[in-house]
């Protein structure tokens, strides 16, 4: 077997949805996902990441889950 070590960090990209005004809202809930091929403790570290039309951008980050 090929246990060699990983990319390192990865970004994943779940879905991205339009939003417009000055107060626009995404709400998320009950989302799974599934790690394959690790061999070894994985740390997932949601964000959220906002980009307007003319490409500036604001990221948060939540806190890390460890998946072990």
Avoid: C
């Avoid at 061999?39 to 980009?51: E, K, Q, S, T, W």
């Avoid at 039309?53 to 460890?66: F, K």
């Amino acid at each position: 077997a090929d246990l060699g070590n990983g990319p390192g960090i990865q970004e994943v990209a779940t879905f991205s949805v339009d939003i417009s005004g000055n107060h626009g809202a995404v709400a998320v809930s009950n989302a799974h996902g599934t790690v394959t091929g690790a061999a070894g403790g994985v740390l997932l570290r949601p964000f959220a990441r906002l980009i307007s039309n003319d490409g500036d951008s604001v990221t948060t980050y939540g806190e890390p889950w460890n998946m072990n």
